[in-house]
């Protein structure tokens, strides 16, 4: 009783384990091909995976969480405030400070900015803070055998989680990660974990589990593959100047159009900025808390939907960068005045991060 009590209470920290029987999914066709396909390759020893699945069960805690996921069940003004926190502004800026060297490789080898970077570990995990509680291998074989919205993606996971066990040592018993079968400090899905994950430290192992810096290479090897363009814009806030804007908007995850036709149908940057004409964008809309916000998306903006198919997700990702970039600009400001000839201010180290354009938690 006392350990159930517990568990309630630091439900965050508890191991999640499916609550039916272990070993249903071996009655399942559909699994008897995942197993025959990886003996034919010779992945696995005959019986191996028979063996590994008696010990697997359905999560039903799993496919409650997959049918009501915050991005489209929420409005963006109740959406933002769970990432746009003061806390994670200040343990981003911690993270920071301690892989500030490894960040800028980052950038150097892939053209991602540090304060991208940190935003999507602030996102998913808390900077590792969060890594998921769910046994991943009952994850997957749930929404892969009894998810059909989505069960050939689920299923293709699962065969690339049990390929990814075999090249990186995983014990598939115990390795956890999110409802949806994403691992380590940056989420990635097994196949992207095999496609795009890489040994940034050098050591010989991808290690997205328990390696910050391998986590962090990955990220930004991540968003080059999938087509960030250095330098170029995100997003930018739009006003409306005619009232065709509606025609415009999209839901598409892409660049429908350009900024030219855009301004046409109503819709223009509110700052002025370096933006072409031409440029590939697209309109969308927000319900924010004062009612519909308009932004112009980009390419690079789009790029941080691969990570997760929702523009509220992106947005939120973004403006975390935002928030991060500033408050490491003003950090790195007080240092540049404290260590002054002269001066009497406190120590960067001292001083409190400036979150203040963050919401309170």
Known sequence: ?????????????????????????????????????????????PGELDALFAQVGRDEGVLKAIARPAESTKEWKDYRPLFMTSERVE????????????LARAEATYGVPPEMVLAILGVETRYGGNKGRNRVIDA?????????PRAPFFRKELREFLLLAKENG????????????AMGYPQFMP??????AVDFDGDGRRDLINNPVDAIGSIANYFKANGW?????????????????DSVITKDLATMTTLDEIAKKGLVPREAGTYLAQEPASAIRLQGESGGEFWLAFTNFYVITKYNRSTMYAMAAWQLSQELKAAREAQLARAAVATAPGSTEPAAADAPPDAAAAPAD
């Open 1 to 45: 009783m006392l350990k159930s009590l517990l568990c309630a209470f630091i439900s965050s920290f508890c191991m999640h384990t499916p609550a039916s029987a272990t070993g249903e999914f071996l009655a399942y066709e559909e699994l008897r091909g995942v197993i025959e396909q990886l003996e034919r390759d010779k992945a696995y020893a």
């Open 191 to 196: 196949s992207s974990w095999r496609k795009l």
């Open 170 to 181: 995983l014990d598939p018993l115990t390795t956890y990660g999110s409802y949806a079968g």
């Open 91 to 102: 343990k981003g800026l911690a993270f920071w400070d301690e892989h500030a060297d490894t």
């Open 140 to 148: 997957l074989a749930t929404l892969g055998f009894d998810y059909p």
């Open 229 to 245: 363009k250095t330098g170029e814009p995100v997003v930018a806030r739009a006003r409306i100047v005619t009232q065709d804007y």
